[in-house]
């Protein structure tokens, strides 16, 4: 494996784990996948710094094992730069769609990947 395509594959490998309730209801194991500097902006259009996501996330949809997963398809990503990768892909949660970007981004070997920034934005129904 390359390393544009390792990089990749970490950065996905991050996005995936973010996904995984166990993580979501966990503030420590989100930390370590937030990047300090994070930012979001939601589906909802609100804007999520890096305190306020770890304080909710335990709170939003996907953080329970009994209720709705996301169901990523189309997962790809790009290195954009060295220890910066862009990951788009669809997901589903329950009845509801939407899209994301994301930026991963490495700046040392100890701290590994983390999510420096994301962006979902959900599909009305209908819409391919």
């Known amino acids: 494996m390359d390393d544009a395509s390792a990089q990749v594959a970490a950065a996905i490998a991050g996005e995936l784990r973010l996904m995984d309730p166990e993580v979501r209801a966990s503030r420590e194991l989100a930390r370590e996948l937030l990047d300090p500097e994070f930012v979001e902006v939601g589906a ?17 949809a996907g953080a329970s094992k009994d209720g709705p997963r996301y169901e990523p398809s189309g997962m790809t990503g790009v290195v954009l730069a060295p220890g910066l990768v862009l990951v788009t892909f669809d997901a589903r949660l329950g009845d509801r ?21 994301h962006h979902a934005t959900v599909v009305p129904p209908g819409v391919e």
Do not use: N, V
Not at 46 to 57: I, K, V
Not at 97 to 116: K, V
């Open 97 to 117: 769609r939407s899209r994301h970007s994301s930026l991963w981004r490495s700046q040392d070997g100890e701290t590994g990947w983390r999510m420096y920034y």
């Open 44 to 60: 909802s259009g609100r804007r999520f710094t890096h305190e306020q996501m770890l304080a909710q996330l335990p709170d939003k």
